[in-house]
């Protein structure tokens, strides 16, 4: 089993930055990939970023390219989603996510095996 606790969320100002923070612990060797996704109210959960531990690949929704960036800390088994250039419609709770094994389509969320309980972001205009 893997467990998922980000942190980091919070109240900013259109334009202000974030990072999140998603530390993992258990089985970490079980997992591929580490994922972001947000959820607004009346909405579907959509995909934000994602990286594989090693960092060398990333992948990111249209919506924040360029405004966000994800990494990943080996040493502390945690991954990081910095938030730049804030918008009110990036308002959502957003989840960290661990899938159990390698897929080539980061984007959906069932490739996805553990996910944490999420962190509310609130960008006020």
């Known amino acids: 089993q893997v467990q998922l606790v980000e942190s980091g969320g919070g109240l900013v100002q259109a334009g202000g930055s974030l990072r999140l923070s998603c530390a993992a612990s258990?089985?970490?060797?079980?997992?591929?990939?580490m994922g972001w996704f947000r959820q607004a109210p009346g909405k579907e959960r959509q995909f934000v970023a994602a990286t594989g531990w090693s960092g060398s690949s990333t992948s990111f929704a249209d919506s924040v390219k360029g405004r966000f960036t994800i990494s990943a800390d080996n040493a502390k088994n945690t991954v990081y989603l910095q938030m730049n250039s804030l918008k009110p419609e990036d308002t959502a709770i957003y989840y960290c996510?661990?899938?159990?094994?390698?897929?080539?389509?980061?984007?959906?969320?069932?490739?996805?095996?553990?996910w944490g309980q999420g962190t509310q972001v609130t960008v006020s205009s």
């Open positions: 258990g089985s970490i060797f079980n997992t591929y990939i």
């Open positions: 996510a661990a899938s159990g094994a390698y897929y080539n389509d980061w984007s959906r969320a069932n490739v996805y095996r553990y």
